[in-house]
């Protein structure tokens, strides 16, 4: 095989997680007994409970709230072994059909359960506040006050269970079909068929010219699946608008917005906030064409680690890092980090078949949220390591608010996982003396913190711009697809960095666009709330980790505004995002100095 395209061991070639704490196995009878509690279950609460939910007082609503929420959870239990024992078996199809006849399972119970939030919403608005101000309600108060926020968008029980099918054999599927299509793809490189993930990784590779090849090996092999995957896209695009429409949604983000308890307006504020300082992109990656004596510097050059600056860190190393960053802001908290590496909670490995890409699963509050990432030993692994660490004891501390409330909105559930990164490049930071790697390490972090801000805003507005196309025009081609990609990603860089052919095809093989749209915008959003939260950390650490210990075992149970209040922050301040952003330059402005001296 040619030199440079092998990854080295690392350890994590068996780091794989245990699926056993919950259930034994695919084939585990408990499968099929859970689902057929929850069905019976769901049976009896649809019976005790349509005739008459607005006339119970507050003390039998609880008690309501708490039935509904047992077969949730043991629907969301099934779900949860059947999602991970797929992810890391794509290529298996029995695997994807165990997943699919969970889906449809799930989907007849919850059907059941459909009357519930239309009769809620019924309720008149004075006899709803008097039973939300009853104590017996507080642990459900928000739950059922922010249910109350889509009563103008909801169907009628029969419309609703109808829309609720059409997603297992639509939108489900196509979502499938897209994760199914690029875990089975290969790119070939240099004599070797390499995976998405691996091909991904070798961007980040020191030599300039396996980058070149790993890029344009990604752009043929996109290329030749364009007509799966973008018909993928133009069914998801098509099916959002249907669904949109049929729920009286005013834009395409209407309902994102509302599951993320926040105000067209702030998302407004947000994207102009970024977007207004896109220059800052331009002027880092300048000083990086520079640091690499690069000229044009290409898109593949854009994670390329600086020269005398990278280095690898094995699974062992890893651990001992990003445990001992979370540790030290709190022992409470990195004694929790440690079980997901000790108890088995963390799949690492690369392997056929294995999704690309990373997560956080929070399972139910009965278990414990296990993570998934695909580990090759380069710091930006070591950081997604610390950020998916961070979803999990972020899952974790929240499991006491009970499995509805313990789910926060994407505007908060992103916050534990950037500090986390954030508290690791410290650690990383403190513990390496080579000025060279000191610069590269920074470099990193630079460039991290704009992927997560610049680039995913980036993609937020290519977001917009597609579905509004989608709407107005009617179905997409790759060429225009393309058009509307490079349109929004060229503005962030200006003239700093040239795009390779090929990268107009990479919007295709972003996930977050089939299965979560209106999704990144909260990764803006969490890293700058997090930029704040370290702020205040700094000036004031031994009273900041209470509140913020706080702040993460909330959950969702409050809306963000109060939940980040718990840690000193005012989501109101309209100063907030231009504070952080301020941040972010001053990042900059230290690779400018430690350039100078290298």
Same mark, same amino acid.
């Given at each position: 095989?040619?030199?440079?395209?092998?990854?080295?061991?690392?350890?994590?070639?068996?780091?794989?997680?245990?699926?056993?704490?919950?259930?034994?196995?695919?084939?585990?009878?408990?499968?099929?007994?859970?689902?057929?509690?929850?069905?019976?279950?769901?049976?009896?609460?649809?019976?005790?409970?349509?005739?008459?939910?607005?006339?119970?007082?507050?003390?039998?609503?609880? $008690?309501?709230?708490?039935?509904?929420?047992?077969?949730?959870?043991?629907?969301?239990?099934?779900?949860?072994?059947?999602?991970?024992?797929?992810?890391?078996?794509?290529?298996?199809?029995?695997?994807?059909?165990?997943?699919?006849?969970?889906?449809?399972?799930?989907?007849?119970?919850?059907?059941?359960?459909?009357?519930?939030?239309?009769?809620?919403?019924?309720?008149?608005?004075?006899?709803?506040?008097?039973?939300?101000?009853?104590?017996?309600?507080?642990?459900?108060?928000?739950?059922?006050?922010?249910?109350?926020?889509?009563?103008?968008?909801?169907?009628?029980?029969?419309?609703?269970?109808?829309?609720?099918?059409?997603?297992?054999?639509?939108?489900?599927?196509?979502?499938?079909?897209?994760?199914?299509?690029?875990?089975?793809?290969?790119?070939?490189?240099?004599?070797?068929?390499?995976?998405?993930?691996?091909?991904?990784?070798?961007?980040?590779?020191?030599?300039?010219?396996?980058?070149?090849?790993?890029?344009?090996?990604?752009?043929?092999?996109?290329?030749?699946?364009?007509?799966?995957?973008?018909?993928?896209?133009?069914?998801?695009?098509?099916?959002?608008?249907?669904?949109?429409?049929?729920?009286?949604?005013?834009?395409?983000?209407?309902?994102?917005?509302?599951?993320?308890?926040?105000?067209?307006?702030?998302?407004?504020?947000?994207?102009?906030?970024?977007?207004?300082?896109?220059?800052?992109?331009?002027?880092?990656?300048?000083?990086?064409?520079?640091?690499?004596?690069?000229?044009?510097?290409?898109?593949?050059?854009?994670?390329?680690?600086?020269?005398?600056?990278?280095?690898?860190?094995?699974?062992?190393?890893?651990?001992?890092?990003?445990?001992?960053?979370?540790?030290?802001?709190?022992?409470?908290?990195?004694?929790?980090?440690?079980?997901?590496?000790?108890?088995?909670?963390?799949?690492?490995?690369?392997?056929?078949?294995?999704?690309?890409?990373?997560?956080?699963?929070?399972?139910?509050?009965?278990?414990?949220?296990?993570?998934?990432?695909?580990? &090759?030993?380069?710091?930006?692994?070591?950081?997604?390591?610390?950020?998916?660490?961070?979803?999990?004891?972020?899952?974790?501390?929240?499991?006491?608010?009970?499995?509805?409330?313990?789910?926060?909105?994407? &505007?908060?559930?992103?916050?534990?996982?950037?500090?986390?990164?954030?508290? &690791?490049?410290?650690?990383?930071?403190?513990?390496?003396?080579?000025?060279?790697?000191?610069?590269?390490?920074?470099?990193?972090?630079?460039?991290? $913190?704009?992927?997560?801000?610049?680039?995913?805003?980036?993609?937020?507005?290519?977001?917009?711009?597609?579905?509004?196309?989608?709407?107005?025009?009617?179905?997409?081609?790759?060429?225009?697809?393309?058009?509307?990609?490079?349109?929004?990603?060229?503005?962030?860089?200006?003239?700093?960095?040239?795009?390779?052919?090929?990268?107009?095809?990479?919007?295709?093989?972003?996930?977050?666009?089939?299965?979560?749209?209106?999704?990144?915008?909260?990764?803006?959003?969490?890293?700058?709330?997090?930029?704040?939260?370290?702020?205040?950390?700094?000036?004031?650490?031994?009273?900041?980790?209470?509140?913020?210990?706080?702040?993460?075992?909330?959950?969702?149970?409050?809306?963000?505004?109060?939940?980040?209040?718990?840690?000193?922050?005012?989501?109101?301040?309209?100063?907030?995002?231009?504070?952080?952003?301020?941040?972010?330059?001053?990042?900059?402005?230290?690779?400018?100095?430690?350039?100078?001296?290298?």
């Amino acid at each position: 095989m040619m030199k440079g395209v092998n990854q080295a061991a690392t350890g994590a070639e068996q780091i794989h997680w245990r699926l056993g704490d919950l259930y034994a196995g695919v084939d585990d009878p408990r499968l099929t007994e859970d689902m057929r509690w929850a069905d019976s279950a769901a049976a009896r609460f649809a019976e005790v409970y349509r005739p008459g939910l607005g006339d119970l007082d507050a003390a039998q609503l609880a $008690t309501a709230m708490a039935q509904l929420e047992a077969v949730r959870q043991r629907i969301g239990r099934v779900g949860a072994f059947r999602y991970l024992s797929y992810v890391t078996h794509a290529d298996q199809p029995a695997y994807g059909a165990a997943l699919q006849a969970y889906e449809e399972a799930a989907t007849a119970i919850q059907n059941r359960l459909i009357f519930f939030d239309i009769a809620w919403n019924a309720v008149a608005d004075s006899r709803a506040e008097s039973l939300l101000a009853d104590p017996a309600l507080a642990h459900w108060a928000h739950l059922l006050r922010n249910w109350r926020r889509y009563r103008d968008h909801l169907r009628s029980e029969s419309e609703e269970q109808i829309l609720s099918e059409k997603r297992v054999t639509g939108r489900a599927l196509w979502e499938r079909l897209f994760d199914e299509t690029l875990t089975e793809m290969r790119f070939p490189l240099r004599g070797k068929q390499m995976t998405e993930q691996e091909v991904l990784t070798l961007l980040s590779d020191p030599d300039r010219e396996l980058r070149r090849d790993a890029a344009e090996s990604l752009s043929k092999g996109l290329e030749g699946r364009l007509h799966t995957l973008t018909t993928c896209f133009n069914a998801i695009l098509a099916d959002k608008a249907l669904d949109d429409r049929l729920h009286r949604y005013p834009h395409w983000l209407s309902d994102r917005n509302l599951s993320n308890e926040i105000s067209d307006k702030m998302v407004e504020a947000l994207e102009q906030t970024v977007v207004g300082r896109y220059g800052l992109v331009a002027r880092y990656y300048r000083l990086k064409a520079k640091l690499l004596n690069v000229s044009p510097l290409m898109d593949y050059d854009r994670y390329a680690p600086l020269p005398g600056g990278e280095r690898r860190y094995d699974w062992t190393e890893c651990q001992r890092i990003v445990l001992a960053a979370v540790t030290d802001f709190s022992p409470e908290l990195g004694a929790i980090g440690r079980r997901f590496f000790d108890d088995g909670w963390i799949d690492a490995a690369l392997a056929p078949g294995k999704r690309g890409g990373a997560f956080a699963h929070p399972v139910t509050p009965d278990v414990h949220p296990y993570l998934m990432v695909n580990y &090759t030993g380069t710091v930006r692994d070591v950081m997604t390591v610390a950020h998916e660490l961070g979803h999990g004891i972020h899952q974790y501390l929240a499991r006491e608010q009970g499995h509805m409330n313990a789910d926060t909105p994407l &505007t908060t559930a992103e916050t534990a996982s950037v500090f986390g990164e954030m508290l &690791t490049f410290g650690q990383l930071m403190r513990e390496e003396q080579d000025p060279r790697r000191r610069l590269g390490l920074l470099c990193g972090k630079i460039e991290d $913190t704009f992927a997560t801000v610049f680039r995913q805003m980036a993609m937020h507005r290519f977001e917009e711009v597609m579905h509004g196309a989608r709407r107005a025009e009617g179905e997409l081609s790759k060429e225009r697809l393309a058009e509307l990609w490079m349109q929004t990603q060229t503005e962030q860089f200006a003239d700093s960095i040239q795009f390779s052919p090929g990268y107009r095809w990479w919007w295709s093989y972003i996930s977050h666009f089939i299965g979560s749209p209106g999704y990144v915008y909260a990764y803006a959003f969490g890293e700058l709330l997090t930029l704040a939260l370290i702020q205040r950390y700094r000036a004031a650490p031994a009273d900041f980790v209470p509140g913020y210990i706080a702040m993460l075992k909330l959950g969702g149970s409050k809306a963000p505004a109060e939940v980040v209040a718990a840690a000193g922050i005012d989501l109101e301040d309209p100063e907030i995002w231009s504070r952080a952003l301020d941040y972010m330059a001053g990042m900059v402005d230290e690779a400018e100095k430690l350039a100078e001296v290298r």
